[in-house]
């Protein structure tokens, strides 16, 4: 029975840098997840019979969502869908699945590192054939059919139980209900030498992952405590729990500081790893040594060999463009190609496509490569594992080796959360102003060597991306850059990336922050931050 329901348009579901966030009460708004659903169906073409892959973190709200997508997709005449038992599929794995199977496109149910629960934040990604998520033209067009969409199809049957493993039909639809750790855990067995770390952890190296109650903890249970040997319970708060067991899934010495603390401690784990409510995003710490995730990009580029999926070496490296420069003096060792993307993820799908990048990095704690088209939380946990295996050696001495061959771009980002957002578009439109002048121009020691609005020329398919974060260089490879966060849902969040350049090995070991005093001072007196936004002080610094 398939009903067509009348519906009005709301004018507020453009997609964001990674689908559509909203609080869970607005996605609980009379239509409004059905709106969004049928306008991502309707802006595409020839999916009749196909497989749609759905599954989500396991957040608030995920269930009521995933069967409202069932009944719709199979009024809309997809062939079948897979979906993840439970509910379930971390968001790497939801793009290894629609590779795997061939599928046409998933659905993504997640709002990544954002809180979860009934007033907490809700989402809605649509990723294409390749694994990844959608390109701006498809992203584009679903925002302009949510403005003028007034009716949706939906099929009038019972809920399909999402709990059992097995093939159900849903009018002429097949739903396929898969284990949603199996195909991943495989995946990563055969990228990397599970013998070496199994020996590694065998060999009394301790290892703990703290789930943060979000997707990962059955899929880190799977790989870590069964294939890779380690003890019962190295996997902490490994159970997904809809509000996230109240924790905040977001992996960085903020969130994840009581883990960062428990590596550090003399008696703690040898290494720590901590991943976000999707899946997606990682932070790795060894004993007295956190990993920036800039760093992270740079150091599995340089020892990309030690892991057997990439034995052969990369093609090149992909980096978004508020990420350090550490990557491009890899790369530029290795001789191989180094681009720089405007921030989401989004934007490796056609490097990776077209096999100029093979691993990509993000600042924001994301790291990957073209084994799917996400990011990979436990991929790079796995992949630091793999190396420190390899190589024997602690995070702490890889790291360090690494700043003495290559030189250390010391890096941190300040977040000004909730900012009012005339205030954080003012402050924006002011820079923006100024670029021109800025050049030449000296604070302190430091001298403007360039300034701009980051503008993208994507290799691949000619396309533009302009405004994308500003940028003001010094010389000697400082810099800072300023931009308005994506991903938020309530009022604007202004993020200023700081970084400098050391190739001094015996200035290694100064503590970050006062290492980019200067530049962070710099930054405030150029962009008015205190001023315009009322803050004395970031919401979190990383
Ligand atoms: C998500 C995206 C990333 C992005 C990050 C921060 O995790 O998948 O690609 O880097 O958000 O984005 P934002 O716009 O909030 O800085
Ligand atoms: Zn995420």
Redesign the pocket.
Known sequence: MIKTVSTTPYQDQKP???GLRKKVPVFARENYAENFIQSIFDSLEGFEGKTLVIGGDGRYYNREVIQKALKMAAASGFGKVMVGRGGILSTPAASHVIRKYGAFGGIVLSA??NPGGPTEDFGIKYNIGNGG?APEKITDAIFARTKVIDTYKILEEADVDLDTVGLYALGDMIVEVIDPVKDYADLMESLFDFGAIRNLIGSGFRVVIDSMSAVTGPYAVEILEKRLGAPAGSVRNEVPLPEFGHHHPDPNLVHAKELYDDVMSPQGPDFGAAS?GDG??NMVVGKGMFVTPSDSLAIIAANATCAPGYVDGIAGIAR?M?TSGAADRVAEKLGIGMYETP?????FGNLLDAGKATVCG?????TGSNHVR??DGLWAVLFWLNIIAAKKKSVKDIVEAHWAEYGRNYYSRHDYEEVDTDAANGLVAALREKLSSLPGQSFGALKVEAADDFAYNDPVDGSVSKNQGIRVLFEGGSRVVF??????TSGA?L?LYVERYEPDASRHDIETQAALADLIAVADEIAEIKKRTGRDAPTVIT
Request: proline content about 6%.
């Open positions: 964001g840098t990674s990544s590192h998520p976000d997606d995003r978004s508020p921030t989401g993820w989004k934007f993000e600042e924001s704690f994301g996400e990011k931009r308005l966060s994506g991903t938020g969040t993020r």
